[in-house]
């Protein structure tokens, strides 16, 4: 199975600062068809996991432009440009190259 | 707009098995892939399973495999996923998902199976 290695595990950070959390995957997950699916979840508290990323960098719908998605292969990056207090929850990278489909262990994002 | 309701709440005894059901509506339902998703408490998801739209093609978690059936209904837009011989260790936040393209767009509200004597 494809192990997904989030760093850091929690990240405090003051309103209005940005954030950064990195996803370490343990095989490329680059996929025959040329695209490569690592996507972000956010998952606020008492909610289920929400789509905000998929393939590397594209924004689902409705998600606002300060997150960012970066990376290839094995290498992956989510940026939050300035943080809001509505995005405290835990983020969550997860792989759909290889079956079975895993998630990274999570990333609590509070506000310091 | 998408919805996918799930079924509520359940309490098992160890051994006994369990059916959750997930009612998709807002969208064209034999178009998706759906999947079963679980998080136990205080860790991350942990994936089960897919099944295709004519409900004929089916993959399973080996972590899971020969406990668990999914199933669906397109006559009522509804997916199944039914475990058994359940034990404390699959005491968990069930949810399903669908998937547009591969990627896991709309999630259930979460179904919470408690397994416990």
């Known amino acids: 199975d494809i192990v997904l290695t989030q760093t850091p595990l929690s990240s405090p950070v003051t309103l209005g600062q940005p954030a950064s959390i990195s996803c370490r995957s343990s095989?490329?997950?680059?996929?025959?068809?040329?695209?490569?699916?690592l996507s972000w979840l956010q998952q606020r508290p008492g909610q289920p996991p929400r789509l905000l990323i998929y393939?590397?960098?594209n924004r689902f719908s409705g998600v606002p432009d300060r997150f960012s998605g970066s990376g290839a292969g094995t290498d992956f990056t989510l940026k939050i440009s300035r943080v809001e207090a509505e995005d405290v929850g835990v983020y969550f990278c997860?792989?759909?190259?290889?079956?079975?489909?895993?998630f990274g262990q999570g990333t609590k994002v509070e506000i310091k | 707009q998408v919805q996918l309701v799930q079924s509520g709440a359940e309490w098992r005894n160890p051994g006994a098995s369990v059916k959750v059901s997930c009612k998709a509506s807002?969208?064209?339902?034999?178009?998706?892939?759906m999947h079963w998703v679980r998080q136990a408490p205080g860790q991350g998801p942990e994936w089960l399973g897919i099944?295709?739209?004519?409900?004929?093609?089916?993959n399973y978690t080996q972590t899971v495999q020969g406990r668990v059936t999914m199933t669906r209904d397109t006559s009522t837009s509804t997916v199944y996923m039914d475990l058994s011989s359940l034990t404390s260790e699959d005491t968990a936040v069930y949810y399903c998902?669908?998937?547009?393209?591969?990627?896991?767009?709309?999630w259930g509200q979460g179904t919470l199976v408690t397994v416990s004597s």
């Open positions: 807002g969208y064209t339902f034999s178009d998706h892939y």
């Open positions: 997860m792989q759909l190259t290889h079956f079975p489909r895993t």
């Open positions: 393939k590397i960098s």
């Open positions: 095989e490329s997950l680059l996929h025959d068809n040329g695209n490569t699916y």
């Open positions: 099944i295709n739209p004519t409900g004929d093609n089916i």
């Open positions: 998902v669908r998937s547009s393209d591969q990627e896991f767009d709309n």
